[in-house]
């Protein structure tokens, strides 16, 4: 994984939920997972697509905004050729992109139930972290 330099995982949170929206992603949340006892990670970015083609688009969208902003590759990144759960997995935060059915299927809000969540509402350009209501 090459770095530009050092990015926080709230800054990388905020590229994830950009490149996310950029291909009009929907039902966005954040999960914040730092105070779940045994939590592989800090946060969970998940989101849901309508297609198979969004879906790709999605996630190709947040590589490049992650990319882009501070050269990161993903450590990990699985699911591109099912296209129903795509995940990219920056360490710190993990990218969940799913189609609308494998999300309610996998639920991962319930699974993961004692993180807190953040809703991402309909944002204004270039902030969509600043308009975030927590459930």
């Known amino acids: 994984m090459k ?3 050092e ?3 709230e ?3 905020r590229l994830v939920v950009n490149g996310m929206l950029e291909k009009k992603a929907t039902n966005v949340v954040v999960m914040d997972l730092r105070n779940v006892k045994n939590a592989i990670t800090d946060y969970f970015v998940i989101c849901s697509g309508n297609s198979d083609t ?3 688009a999605i996630a190709t969208s947040v590589e490049e905004e992650v990319y882009k902003a501070n050269e990161i590759s993903a450590w990990h990144k699985e699911g591109k ?3 129903e759960w795509i ?3 920056y360490v710190d935060v993990v990218a969940h992109v799913f189609r609308k059915d494998r999300r309610t299927f996998y639920d991962l809000e319930a699974l993961w139930g004692d ?3 953040r809703v991402i509402e309909e944002s204004v350009e270039n902030e969509p972290m600043k308009q975030m209501a927590v459930v």
């Open 81 to 83: 050729q099912n296209k």
């Open 87 to 89: 995940l990219i997995d």
């Open 54 to 56: 969004q879906i790709d």
């Open 11 to 13: 800054a990388l949170c």
């Open 115 to 117: 993180a807190e969540i």
């Open 3 to 5: 770095k530009k330099k």
């Open 7 to 9: 990015l926080s995982a």
